[in-house]
């Protein structure tokens, strides 16, 4: 019988019960290994929680700066234990933009590494609702706090307290495409109801490599809980430079990416095939993967299918699942099935998904709260009958997703053509010549914006260029409908701006704001 799940601290008891003494995550620290257990795990959850109720017992709104690593998910998740409000930001945030984001959060307390206190006492000179700053040090510090507030200690008590499963536990800052960013309220029954699904189950003996920012939800729910739940291991890979050799070290069964790390993998890969032509190809590729990769599953972006087919020849079944913060944020999970391979997903089952004139709309308990002080944007995000807008089109087949593009991109032509720009971008994703593209309106025609990638053009001149990006569009051009084509292109010095998530800002190109 399914466990009723309501809290995250429910989900974690779940899994320390369950799974005990089995290693729930790995790590390294200085080039040693270090393992934590699934009650390990919990207990430093606790500890952390109980710690911050000695700072204040009444409910605050906590802001919480760190880089990926063990500590950071014990505090994250000790945060939540504590009944208090989280809410995660990137490590590189701005202090123009953190003073607006603070303020527009209510933070009363900020948690951060060492390294950002200096700008945090320039946040705190601009923004006067900060009560106390504490500085997460080093590992030791976390050891200390782990120790002095366990579960044998006077403090005790003070995890022993009631949390509403349905009230708001963390604000997840929207990435902002179109440059309004908005606060997702996420309650611990949104995250726990998200995580606990069996539409995908972890194999016994499944390690994951966490690659993403731990301040995404998609990172968090995805990579932490839903581990929790399945009770599979986890390794911390830290700063992406050391992604390679981390894959070796760890020798991970699966990971959880985005479709820009997916095309650099293959690449080395192809390159390690070339270089080892005694090796197979499964050989060539765990020079680089290590020997136990075996699946691959993106988010975020359009996986394209040449890269789902270019992996299979290695051993690796890349598939796609898709959601977005305001849903906790699965809506699918990634089938590993041969049937839906280019699907965006199978259905998780936690949620009603339904399509309303092209658009994907859901309800149910992964699903937020609202945007957070946003009453108008909350209402518009959602329709008379509760479901949520998601923006996105597509359909629905066999309980799988295939999404076309996203609604508020869509270019409307005076002849009242409605176009799907990301139907025309992902017919050249796969074109080595061009890295990222744009198409977009123009004086009632369509319009692309293109950015080369260095490492192919490099040593060739512009025109030579132009007259290979220019051959890729006729292409294109010839298997589209007319009033599809690209009528002129654009070529790019520089790369598209990215939110943190890796997605092109679109603000600029002529769509209507989010």
Same mark, same amino acid.
């Given at each position: 019988?399914?466990?009723?799940?309501?809290?995250?601290?429910?989900?974690?008891?779940?899994?320390?019960?369950?799974?005990?003494?089995? +290693?729930?995550?790995?790590? $390294?620290?200085? %080039?040693?290994?270090?393992?934590?257990?699934?009650?390990?795990? !919990?207990?430093?959850?606790?500890?952390?929680?109980?710690?911050?109720?000695?700072?204040?017992?009444?409910?605050?709104?906590?802001?919480?700066?760190?880089?990926?690593?063990?500590?950071?998910?014990?505090? *994250?998740?000790?945060?939540?234990?504590?009944?208090?409000?989280?809410? &995660?930001?990137?490590?590189?945030?701005?202090?123009?933009?953190?003073?607006?984001?603070?303020?527009?959060?209510?933070?009363?307390? *900020?948690?951060?590494?060492?390294?950002?206190?200096?700008?945090?006492?320039?946040?705190?000179?601009?923004?006067?609702?900060?009560?106390?700053?504490?500085?997460?040090?080093?590992?030791?510090?976390?050891?200390?706090?782990?120790?002095?507030?366990?579960?044998?200690?006077?403090?005790? &008590?003070?995890?022993?307290?009631?949390?509403?499963?349905?009230?708001?536990? *963390?604000?997840?800052?929207?990435?902002?495409?179109?440059?309004?960013?908005?606060?997702?309220?996420?309650?611990?029954?949104?995250?726990?109801?998200?995580?606990?699904?069996?539409?995908?189950?972890?194999?016994?003996? /499944?390690?994951?490599?966490?690659?993403? &920012?731990?301040?995404? +939800?998609?990172?968090?729910?995805?990579?932490?809980?839903?581990?929790?739940?399945?009770?599979?291991? @986890?390794?911390?890979?830290?700063?992406?430079?050391?992604?390679?050799?981390? $894959?070796?070290?760890?020798?991970?069964?699966?990971?959880?990416?985005?479709?820009?790390?997916?095309?650099?993998?293959?690449?080395?890969?192809?390159?390690?095939?070339?270089?080892?032509?005694?090796?197979?190809?499964?050989?060539?590729?765990?020079?680089?993967?290590?020997?136990?990769?075996?699946?691959?599953?993106?988010?975020?972006?359009?996986?394209?299918?040449?890269?789902?087919?270019?992996?299979?020849?290695?051993?690796?079944?890349?598939?796609?699942?898709?959601?977005?913060?305001?849903?906790?944020?699965?809506?699918?999970?990634?089938?590993?099935?041969?049937?839906?391979?280019?699907?965006?997903?199978? $259905?998780?089952?936690?949620?009603? @998904? !339904?399509?309303?004139?092209?658009?994907?709309?859901?309800?149910?308990?992964?699903?937020? $709260?609202?945007?957070?002080?946003?009453?108008?944007?909350?209402?518009?995000?959602?329709?008379?009958?509760?479901?949520?807008?998601?923006?996105?089109?597509?359909?629905?087949?066999?309980?799988?997703?295939?999404?076309?593009?996203?609604?508020?991109?869509?270019?409307?032509?005076?002849?009242?053509?409605?176009?799907?720009?990301?139907?025309?971008?992902?017919?050249?994703?796969?074109?080595?010549?061009?890295?990222?593209?744009? +198409?977009?309106?123009?004086? /009632?025609?369509?319009?692309?914006?293109?950015?080369? %990638?260095?490492?192919?053009?490099?040593?060739?001149?512009?025109? /030579?260029?132009?007259?290979?990006?220019?051959?890729?569009?006729? !292409?294109?051009?010839?298997?589209?409908?007319?009033?599809?084509?690209?009528?002129?292109?654009?070529?790019?010095?520089? &790369?598209?701006?990215?939110?943190?998530?890796?997605?092109?800002?679109?603000?600029?190109?002529?769509?209507?704001? /989010?």
């Amino acid at each position: 019988m399914k466990p009723q799940l309501l809290t995250v601290k429910d989900l974690v008891n779940y899994s320390a019960d369950k799974y005990g003494d089995n +290693v729930f995550c790995r790590f $390294l620290r200085d %080039d040693e290994m270090y393992t934590k257990s699934f009650k390990e795990f !919990r207990e430093d959850c606790l500890a952390v929680s109980r710690y911050i109720k000695t700072k204040k017992e009444d409910k605050m709104h906590i802001a919480f700066i760190g880089k990926t690593n063990y500590e950071y998910i014990a505090c *994250l998740t000790g945060m939540i234990f504590s009944g208090n409000v989280v809410v &995660p930001f990137a490590p590189d945030i701005s202090i123009d933009e953190a003073c607006t984001l603070f303020r527009d959060a209510d933070i009363e307390m *900020l948690f951060c590494e060492e390294e950002f206190i200096p700008t945090a006492e320039e946040i705190c000179n601009r923004y006067d609702g900060i009560r106390k700053i504490v500085s997460l040090g080093d590992w030791h510090w976390f050891e200390n706090i782990f120790k002095k507030y366990s579960s044998d200690s006077e403090f005790a &008590p003070l995890s022993d307290i009631e949390i509403d499963p349905y009230g708001c536990s *963390l604000i997840i800052y929207t990435s902002g495409t179109t440059g309004e960013r908005k606060g997702v309220m996420l309650s611990n029954n949104n995250l726990a109801a998200n995580s606990s699904y069996d539409a995908y189950k972890a194999d016994d003996g /499944d390690v994951t490599l966490s690659l993403l &920012p731990m301040h995404h +939800v998609f990172c968090y729910a995805c990579d932490v809980l839903k581990s929790l739940y399945d009770g599979n291991e @986890v390794c911390l890979n830290g700063a992406l430079i050391n992604l390679y050799k981390n $894959l070796l070290i760890f020798e991970p069964t699966n990971a959880r990416i985005v479709p820009l790390l997916c095309k650099a993998i293959l690449t080395r890969i192809k390159i390690s095939e070339r270089k080892h032509p005694e090796l197979t190809p499964r050989e060539a590729a765990e020079l680089v993967v290590g020997k136990r990769l075996r699946k691959l599953i993106a988010g975020s972006a359009f996986l394209s299918s040449s890269i789902i087919d270019g992996f299979e020849r290695y051993g690796i079944t890349a598939r796609q699942g898709y959601g977005m913060s305001e849903c906790s944020p699965r809506i699918t999970t990634s089938d590993f099935s041969e049937r839906h391979k280019y699907s965006n997903g199978a $259905l998780i089952g936690v949620d009603d @998904v !339904r399509t309303v004139e092209g658009e994907i709309q859901v309800k149910g308990p992964s699903v937020m $709260l609202g945007y957070y002080k946003k009453p108008e944007r909350t209402a518009e995000a959602f329709t008379e009958d509760g479901y949520l807008h998601t923006g996105d089109l597509g359909y629905i087949e066999d309980k799988h997703i295939y999404l076309v593009g996203r609604k508020k991109n869509l270019i409307i032509l005076s002849n009242g053509e409605n176009i799907s720009p990301e139907e025309i971008e992902n017919k050249f994703i796969d074109d080595g010549i061009i890295k990222e593209i744009i +198409v977009y309106a123009e004086d /009632d025609s369509i319009v692309a914006e293109i950015y080369p %990638d260095e490492l192919v053009v490099d040593g060739m001149n512009f025109d /030579d260029v132009r007259d290979q990006i220019d051959k890729i569009v006729d !292409r294109v051009n010839s298997d589209i409908k007319t009033d599809r084509q690209i009528s002129t292109f654009k070529i790019r010095e520089k &790369p598209f701006e990215r939110t943190s998530t890796g997605k092109i800002k679109r603000a600029q190109f002529n769509y209507s704001e /989010d």
